[in-house]
């Protein structure tokens, strides 16, 4: 087909047929990356701080989503938080039945702004929104630095 032919098949434009190979690499940029190791090296949940309107992020940003300043300032926003809303998974990624449901939920923590999205180390009927959790850290030496570094909340 030349330029100015015009195709009929919608098609022939919208899909690809068969695979696609592509590689990449996800950074998680400076703020994710002192997270991640304050968790892994200290066991601390860091939040980044805005010095001009106060509000403390989690995850950490490099700036406030608010006033666009530089979060200049780290502070330790505790173990515990309560859960903001939550979800109980009875199949895994694949679609396979799980033995057990999984509790994920939304973890907000006092006095920030956001929240950690994690398993909930407690059986479906006896989740609740607004229920205190507490974060449950693998040991420091199985610690690799990342998100699974919480074993659970419960």
Known sequence: MTFLE?????????????????????????????????????????????????????????????????????????KEGKVETYSVAHVDIEGNPLDEPIVYGLIRFPRTEGGLVHVISVKPEKVKIGMKVKAKLKPKKERKGSILDIASFG
């Open 6 to 78: 015009r195709s009929r098949d919608p098609e022939a434009h919208k899909h690809w047929y068969g695979d696609m190979e592509a590689s990449y690499l996800y950074s998680t940029g400076i703020a994710g990356e002192k997270f991640f190791s304050t968790l892994r090296d200290k066991g601390n949940i860091m939040g980044a701080s805005c010095p001009k309107c106060k509000k403390v992020f989690l995850p950490p940003r490099m700036y406030c989503e608010i006033c666009f300043s530089e979060t200049k300032n780290w502070k330790d926003v505790g």
